[in-house]
């Protein structure tokens, strides 16, 4: 029987290109109190009313406890890199899997690339152990990386997303609208560059 999957959806390039390929049975957008999550919304609602797709928003207020670019403040002394923000992957993962057993779903899916191993909650370790975790708790919910051994071009490539459907992507660490200078608008304007899509 196949998986139910909730599809952790920031309405960046790499979930909406998962959003394409797999069709989930419901999409999640988390306002976590970062700085560009009205962006992120308007592009994953964009995207699900494209491709018929279930869209829930859950907003949590996190603000207090973030760092770096994505909250407006100084980066931890710790952090990896400027938009690391502290725990983010597990605690959005931990509130779709909640949201998950709720719905009667199976697993989690999550758009880890391989370019996101700067961060710790980006590898392959993390995803195999916090799925261990997942498993020793009610619901058993999973969580799937399907795309942590490629590139976002990689992905965008593999499912052949078309310019219409990514271009909806938001990328923006640190507005809801693109700043062009963030690490996050420097991925996308690369990425957009070398799939063929023009300048960003």
């Given amino acids: 029987m196949a998986l139910k999957r909730l599809l952790l959806l920031s309405g960046g390039m790499d979930s909406i290109a998962l959003a394409w390929a797999l069709r989930p049975d419901l999409s999640l957008t988390i306002d976590y109190g970062q700085l560009a999550a009205a962006g992120e919304i308007r ?11 279930r869209h829930r928003q859950l907003r949590i207020d996190c603000s207090d406890i973030g760092s770096g ?4 403040a100084p980066p931890s002394r710790i952090a990896p890199v400027s938009e690391w923000w502290p725990f983010r992957n597990q605690l959005l993962v931990t509130m779709g899997a909640a949201l998950a057993v709720k719905e009667g779903l199976d697993a ?32 058993q919910i999973a969580i799937e990386a399907p795309s942590i051994g ?37 991925k996308h304007r690369e990425s957009m560059r070398e799939l063929g899509f023009g300048e960003y």
Avoid: Y
Avoid at 43 to 53: D, I, P, Q, R, T
Avoid at 69 to 72: A, F, Q
Avoid at 155 to 182: E, K, N, Q, T
């Fill in 69 to 72: 670019d994505m909250s407006g």
């Fill in 43 to 53: 592009a994953a609602k964009a995207v699900c009313a494209e491709l018929g797709v």
């Fill in 150 to 186: 490629e590139t976002t071009v990689e992905l965008c490539r593999r499912v052949a997303i078309p310019h219409s459907v990514l271009g909806w992507a938001h990328s923006c660490h640190v507005s809801s609208f693109a700043c062009g200078m963030c690490r996050g608008c420097c």
């Fill in 108 to 139: 989690v899916v999550i758009g880890t690339v391989s370019n996101d191993g700067s961060h710790a909650d980006g590898r392959t370790d993390f995803v195999r152990v916090l799925n261990e975790l997942l498993k020793l708790q009610e619901g």
